[in-house]
């Protein structure tokens, strides 16, 4: 069994910035996607940024320009740094990994809170 746990929310004006920080953890033999969805209260989640181990990447339209997502492979672990965050950003962001365990897996964080204030 995968565990991701995900840090580095937080309240923030508009403007401001948040780094998201997610660990994976667990009998893992290798991780292959890495990604940050998000839903806001009364809207469907929707992915925010991917990254795979070969380092390909894709952002949703509305994020470009202003997020970045990372990863430390030695670390098991994935960023989101989020810059110029606008009211909109506002949502509870999910950590996803998916790859190989004993079997082919996929985990979702907990999820973390984002708000940005006008």
């Known amino acids: 069994q995968v565990q991701l746990v995900e840090s580095g929310g937080g309240l923030v004006q508009a403007g401001g910035s948040l780094r998201l920080s997610c660990a994976a953890s667990?009998?893992?033999?290798?991780?292959?996607?890495m990604a940050w969805h998000r839903r806001a209260t009364g809207k469907q989640r929707e992915l925010v940024a991917a990254?795979?181990?070969?380092?390909?990447?894709n952002y949703t339209d509305s994020v470009k320009g202003r997020f970045t997502i990372s990863r430390d492979n030695a670390k098991n672990t994935v960023y989101l740094q989020m810059n110029s965050l606008k009211p909109e950003d506002t949502a509870v962001y999910y950590c996803y990994a998916d790859g190989y365990a004993s079997t082919w897996y996929y985990s979702w964080g907990q999820g973390t809170q984002v708000t940005v204030s006008s």
């Open positions: 667990g009998s893992i033999l290798s991780i292959d996607t």
């Open positions: 990254i795979t181990s070969g380092g390909n990447i």
